[in-house]
Structure formats: structure tokens, C-alpha cells
């Protein structure tokens, strides 16, 4: 057969439309055309000669690119990999899950024609959505609020958040799902994208790279369930047209129900001083907030955290906090700015006698007409943090023995979010945490990974005596 003759299936070059014969296929490999590294048919090389073949696959792998989605969510480096118009159809793709996550079987067409109906008589989902406060990604989260209504889901934007506070909102609110858009990494040209399901159900993935084939095509199957992996598939299969009608977009503060039971807890503390360096501008204002009532002072970062040491001892503080973009992630240095191991932390909070506040009771589950009013006079609880303690699998056998020693059960589960929160739940706990440097907290019922709860009870814990951390880690945490 020729070369140039129509083959069955064609030749096309990723972002072009029109199909082109193998004899320009072969050229333009030859001519290490860009387009042909993210080819799928571009290990068909034909007559190339060996030498050329192997530079080819050298700049293929070079050139490919990374998958957008990894096991918390998805993200990269704005624009470059995550821009307005990716936002928008990963937040479509969110919704339609989530819409035809249903527990009758019933088709997409179906489906699709429920979620494009003006009837008002059927409930639209209710999608939470929230940003990390940066200005760049306040137009991922219009294009991703845009996405989320073009499916005929109603919108409920929280404003500036963390993923504690969106996680409890999701759960107050009952609604279907939220989406953070936030910073989980460090550098500050990153973005990313984490998902939650109702209940709140953190959803996370199998493994770090769900791309089951070269080109990224895998079917999608409806009523499968809201989970990571649906949501890729669905991206990847291309998002639905939009729906008739789109849904309301709303705006909701989500801050005063979340911060108003964890404030009752600031008074009686110590002056303390806390160096903070976190990305996240929300956890920032949050603890400047609740410390505004009482004598502690939070300091933000004046350097790079490898300065950080020096501005503790500069400012006399009594230990410092990194904390991730997303309000998750909290890593302590002691008063001398040494690094604080993170399960020799999880040991001190696990072993306060202090009753500590699990935020709102389970009045605050199920508000009327949260959409219409604001939650005011949650109900709040108190409970003593020491029953069972979920560790993540990567955690020393040593501190499995000195949890049982002080008499608290230990579960194990993976690291995953998704995972932790379900152990959370099936065993009761209290307290989750292991190295990843995430600790799980309990509020209204509910697991959250919260580093301003996590820093909340260190300042309760050093406020019970005039000894520094260091002192009280070796007192009340100490390993063997």
C-alpha cells in the first residue's frame, strides 16, 4: 500500500483538527516536529534509522507531559498547567459526578436531562466552592464556579477559606460536594484543586498517577459513585454540553460557625508568641482573629522558612508553625528552633489530660434553610482527645507502644485523606496524625485535618505551666 494513501485509522497531530498521511507522520518525527511528543502513535517510527529513533525517545520523554491529577486531587504551576479553562471543565466534570452519582440506576441521558430540567420541584446539588485568597487564583475560582453552574448545580461560594473550614461547611450545609482552590505545595506559582464528597468525604486517589493509557482516554461509567478517579475519568472523556438552566451561585460565610467554638477555648492562655509561616492567608487571618482576644501574639514569617530558626530566637517566641497553603499541614520548631519530629507532637496532644473542644455539637449537623441564614449559636461540646488515636502506616512502632502504655487504643490506615477520615470514623477517634505532618481532629461528628486546631491545643497544652516546648515534649511526649 502507499504511503500516502487514506489509512483506516488516520494520522493527527495532538491539537489539530485535520488528519495527515504516515509519509508526513514520518517527516515530522523525523524533523522532531513539537507535536510529536505528546503523540500516542509516536512509537510508530518506520524507516527512521536506529540513531534517530533513540533521540526521539529521548525528547518524547523529556517532553511529556505530567498528569494533572495526582492522589489529593489535581494541580500544578498556574496557567502553565492549570488555567481558567482547565478549572472550569475539572469543576464540570466534578458536578456531573456528582449529579449522576445517584443510587438508582439510571442512564447519563437521563441524568443529564434531570440536571438540565427547570422544574423546580427537583432539588439541584448544592456545590460548596472556596479559593486560598491569592489573586491569581480568584479567576481559576469564577472559571471553576462557571463550570460547576453549567451542569445546573447551585453554587455556594464561601469566599477566602481553608479545606477545614469548607470541609465543615460541606457537612453543615449537606451539601453534595466542595472544591478548594488552593496552594497544597509551597512554591507560590503552584495551584491546586482538592474534592470533597457529601458527608464531607475527602477524595482521594489509588496511586499517584491514574492515567491508565497514553492518550488519557478511559470510558467513564455513570452512577459509579463520587470518587477521584470518576471525576478524571470524566475529564478525560470530555465534559457534557451545559445544561438549559444554570444553577444559582450564592455566597455563604462559613468562617463564623467554624472559628465561633474553637474561640470559646482562648482565654486563660498564656502570653505566647508563635511565628507563623504559611502560604495560606485564611489560617493566617483566622489565628490572628481568635488570638486578638487574649495576650498570645501570632507573627507572621518576616524571611524564608530556612531563616526561620533566627526569627524565633529574635522575637523570643515560643515555637513557630509551618502550615501548608491549604490549612492542613502543620509542622512545629520549639522555642530554639529545632524541628519538632511530627509524631513526637501527635504523643503530647494524644496525652493531655485537658479537655479540648470538639468543635460543635450535633445541633449544628443540620441548619434550616442554610442557604438563606446565617449559622449563628452552633452548640458546642467538650470531650478529652485521649480514646483512640488513628496513626498513618508510616509511624514508628515506638509511639504505637507509648499511646498503649497511657491506655488509648491504636488504629492504623494509610496516609491517604480519604483514608484517615474513614478510620477516623470507624474507630471513634479523636486524633489522627503521623509524619506527613497532618493531624486530624474531631468537630460536630466530624475527622477534619485542621493545622489551626493542631495549633490551638498546642497553646492550650503550654498554657498549663511556665515550661517551654522543648521541656514539656521530653515531660509529657517523650519516646522509649
Same mark, same amino acid.
Not at 500516502?4 to 518525527?29: F, K, N, T
Not at 493542631?454 to 514539656?472: F, Y
Given at each position: 500500500? $502507499?504511503?500516502?494513501?487514506?489509512?483506516?485509522?488516520?494520522?493527527?497531530?495532538?491539537g489539530e483538527q485535520h488528519a495527515i498521511s504516515r509519509a508526513v507522520h514520518l517527516g515530522r518525527l523525523a524533523a522532531f516536529y513539537p507535536a510529536c511528543r505528546q503523540c500516542p502513535r509516536r512509537e510508530e517510527?518506520?524507516?527512521?534509522? #536506529?540513531?534517530?529513533?533513540?533521540?526521539?525517545?529521548?525528547? !518524547?520523554?523529556?517532553?511529556?507531559?505530567?498528569?494533572?491529577?495526582?492522589?489529593? =486531587?489535581?494541580?500544578?504551576?498556574? +496557567?502553565?498547567? *492549570?488555567?481558567?479553562?482547565?478549572?472550569?471543565?475539572?469543576?464540570?466534570?466534578? &458536578?456531573?459526578?456528582?449529579?449522576?452519582?445517584?443510587?438508582?440506576?439510571?442512564?447519563?441521558?437521563?441524568?443529564?436531562?434531570?440536571?438540565?430540567?427547570?422544574?423546580?420541584?427537583?432539588?439541584?446539588?448544592?456545590?460548596?466552592?472556596?479559593?486560598?485568597?491569592?489573586?491569581?487564583?480568584?479567576?481559576?475560582?469564577?472559571?471553576?464556579?462557571?463550570?460547576?453552574?453549567?451542569?445546573?448545580?447551585?453554587?455556594?461560594?464561601?469566599? #477566602?477559606?481553608?479545606?477545614?473550614?469548607? &470541609?465543615?461547611?460541606? =457537612?453543615? *450545609?449537606? &451539601?453534595?460536594?466542595?472544591?478548594?482552590? =488552593?496552594?497544597?505545595?509551597?512554591?507560590?506559582?503552584?495551584?491546586?484543586?482538592?474534592?470533597?464528597?457529601?458527608?464531607?468525604?475527602?477524595?482521594?486517589?489509588?496511586?499517584?498517577?491514574?492515567?491508565? !493509557?497514553? $492518550?488519557?482516554?478511559?470510558?467513564?461509567?455513570? =452512577?459509579?459513585?463520587?470518587? +477521584?478517579?470518576?471525576?478524571?475519568?470524566?475529564?478525560?472523556?470530555?465534559?457534557?454540553?451545559?445544561?438549559?438552566?444554570?444553577?444559582?451561585?450564592?455566597?455563604?460565610? /462559613?468562617?463564623?460557625?467554624?472559628?465561633?467554638?474553637?474561640?470559646?477555648?482562648?482565654?486563660?492562655?498564656?502570653?505566647?508568641?508563635?511565628?507563623?509561616?504559611?502560604?495560606?492567608?485564611?489560617?493566617?487571618?483566622?489565628?490572628?482573629?481568635?488570638?486578638a482576644t487574649v495576650a498570645c501574639q501570632i507573627i507572621p514569617t518576616r524571611s524564608t522558612r530556612a531563616e526561620l530558626p533566627r526569627q524565633i530566637l529574635a522575637d523570643a517566641a515560643h515555637f513557630a508553625a509551618?502550615?501548608?497553603?491549604?490549612?492542613?499541614?502543620?509542622?512545629?520548631?520549639?522555642?530554639?528552633?529545632?524541628?519538632?519530629?511530627?509524631?513526637?507532637? *501527635? *504523643? +503530647?496532644?494524644?496525652? !493531655?489530660?485537658?479537655?479540648?473542644?470538639?468543635?460543635?455539637?450535633? !445541633?449544628?449537623?443540620?441548619?434550616?434553610?442554610?442557604?438563606?441564614?446565617?449559622?449563628?449559636?452552633? /452548640?458546642?461540646?467538650?470531650?478529652?482527645?485521649?480514646?483512640?488515636?488513628?496513626?498513618?502506616?508510616?509511624?514508628?512502632?515506638?509511639?504505637?507502644?507509648?499511646?498503649?502504655?497511657?491506655?488509648?487504643?491504636? /488504629?492504623r490506615s494509610s496516609s491517604r485523606r480519604a483514608d484517615m477520615a474513614a478510620a477516623m470514623l470507624k474507630h471513634g477517634a479523636t486524633l489522627g496524625g503521623g509524619p506527613s505532618g497532618r493531624f486530624w481532629h474531631?468537630?460536630?461528628?466530624?475527622? +477534619?485535618?485542621?493545622?489551626?486546631?493542631?495549633?490551638?491545643?498546642?497553646?492550650?497544652?503550654?498554657?498549663?505551666?511556665?515550661?517551654?516546648?522543648?521541656?514539656?515534649?521530653?515531660?509529657?511526649?517523650?519516646?522509649?
Amino acid at each position: 500500500m $502507499n504511503a500516502d494513501e487514506p489509512q483506516a485509522d488516520p494520522y493527527r497531530c495532538p491539537g489539530e483538527q485535520h488528519a495527515i498521511s504516515r509519509a508526513v507522520h514520518l517527516g515530522r518525527l523525523a524533523a522532531f516536529y513539537p507535536a510529536c511528543r505528546q503523540c500516542p502513535r509516536r512509537e510508530e517510527t518506520g524507516t527512521l534509522s #536506529p540513531r534517530r529513533v533513540a533521540q526521539l525517545a529521548e525528547t !518524547s520523554r523529556r517532553g511529556r507531559p505530567r498528569s494533572l491529577f495526582h492522589a489529593e =486531587g489535581a494541580g500544578g504551576v498556574y +496557567l502553565k498547567d *492549570l488555567s481558567p479553562a482547565v478549572a472550569r471543565d475539572i469543576a464540570a466534570a466534578f &458536578a456531573t459526578v456528582v449529579v449522576l452519582a445517584k443510587p438508582q440506576a439510571v442512564s447519563e441521558t437521563d441524568n443529564l436531562q434531570i440536571s438540565k430540567s427547570p422544574n423546580p420541584q427537583i432539588p439541584r446539588p448544592v456545590i460548596l466552592l472556596a479559593g486560598d485568597g491569592r489573586p491569581l487564583t480568584a479567576e481559576l475560582v469564577a472559571a471553576a464556579a462557571e463550570g460547576l453552574r453549567s451542569t445546573g448545580c447551585n453554587v455556594v461560594d464561601i469566599g #477566602p477559606s481553608t479545606a477545614p473550614c469548607l &470541609a465543615l461547611a460541606v =457537612g453543615h *450545609l449537606q &451539601a453534595a460536594g466542595g472544591i478548594l482552590i =488552593g496552594n497544597p505545595g509551597e512554591d507560590s506559582h503552584s495551584v491546586g484543586m482538592k474534592f470533597w464528597a457529601a458527608g464531607p468525604r475527602p477524595l482521594s486517589g489509588d496511586c499517584p498517577d491514574f492515567r491508565t !493509557s497514553e $492518550n488519557g482516554t478511559v470510558p467513564f461509567t455513570p =452512577g459509579a459513585g463520587v470518587s +477521584l478517579e470518576a471525576i478524571i475519568r470524566r475529564y478525560e472523556a470530555g465534559v457534557a454540553p451545559p445544561a438549559r438552566n444554570h444553577g444559582q451561585l450564592r455566597r455563604y460565610e /462559613a468562617d463564623q460557625p467554624y472559628l465561633a467554638p474553637i474561640a470559646e477555648h482562648y482565654h486563660a492562655l498564656r502570653p505566647l508568641r508563635v511565628v507563623v509561616d504559611s502560604a495560606s492567608r485564611p489560617t493566617l487571618d483566622f489565628l490572628q482573629r481568635l488570638a486578638a482576644t487574649v495576650a498570645c501574639q501570632i507573627i507572621p514569617t518576616r524571611s524564608t522558612r530556612a531563616e526561620l530558626p533566627r526569627q524565633i530566637l529574635a522575637d523570643a517566641a515560643h515555637f513557630a508553625a509551618c502550615i501548608d497553603g491549604d490549612g492542613e499541614t502543620c509542622r512545629v520548631l520549639d522555642e530554639q528552633g529545632h524541628k519538632v519530629p511530627p509524631e513526637r507532637l *501527635l *504523643l +503530647l496532644l494524644a496525652a !493531655s489530660t485537658d479537655e479540648f473542644p470538639i468543635v460543635g455539637g450535633d !445541633s449544628c449537623r443540620r441548619l434550616p434553610d442554610a442557604l438563606s441564614q446565617s449559622a449563628t449559636g452552633v /452548640a458546642s461540646y467538650n470531650a478529652k482527645p485521649a480514646g483512640a488515636v488513628v496513626l498513618e502506616s508510616g509511624s514508628t512502632s515506638a509511639i504505637d507502644e507509648r499511646l498503649e502504655r497511657l491506655g488509648i487504643s491504636v /488504629a492504623r490506615s494509610s496516609s491517604r485523606r480519604a483514608d484517615m477520615a474513614a478510620a477516623m470514623l470507624k474507630h471513634g477517634a479523636t486524633l489522627g496524625g503521623g509524619p506527613s505532618g497532618r493531624f486530624w481532629h474531631l468537630a460536630a461528628g466530624l475527622p +477534619l485535618c485542621d493545622a489551626l486546631m493542631t495549633v490551638t491545643r498546642l497553646l492550650i497544652a503550654l498554657s498549663r505551666g511556665d515550661a517551654p516546648l522543648s521541656q514539656v515534649l521530653d515531660r509529657d511526649a517523650p519516646f522509649g
